[in-house]
């Protein structure tokens, strides 16, 4: 089964749009600061980090070549990347609330 047309550059967009929160994020909270860390700022930054690691694979992932015309599995795998990478950048947003 082919993908919907403008799937693979939808979900592309949307990563980079995310990524680019989630750095905005980073400056924001203080990444670059020079106080000493404590357990909580390392749980955001692992998150945060993380979270950005999936949502820049996603383009690799959505546009690597198919084994068959019909085989979305890399596009399967990209989706879950962007999911899981969302979910990481709002936790670590969550964490540096409560931490």
């Keep these: 089964?082919?993908?919907?047309v403008g799937s693979v550059a939808a979900l592309?967009?949307?990563a980079s749009t995310?990524?680019?929160i989630g750095i905005v994020f980073l400056g924001y909270w203080g990444i670059h600061d020079q106080t000493p860390w404590s357990v909580g700022d390392v749980v955001v930054a692992?998150?945060?980090?993380?979270?950005l690691l999936s949502l820049g694979l996603v383009p690799w992932l959505a546009t690597s070549p198919a084994r068959q015309a019909d085989d979305e599995s890399m596009?399967?795998?990209a989706r879950r990347a962007?999911?899981?990478?969302?979910g990481a950048v709002w936790l670590a947003v969550l964490a540096s609330l409560f931490l």
């Design 82 to 86: 962007f999911a899981g990478g969302v």
């Design 46 to 51: 692992a998150l945060a980090l993380g979270g």
């Design 18 to 20: 995310v990524f680019s």
């Design 1 to 4: 089964m082919q993908s919907p």
């Design 75 to 77: 596009l399967r795998i």
């Design 12 to 14: 592309s967009s949307a």
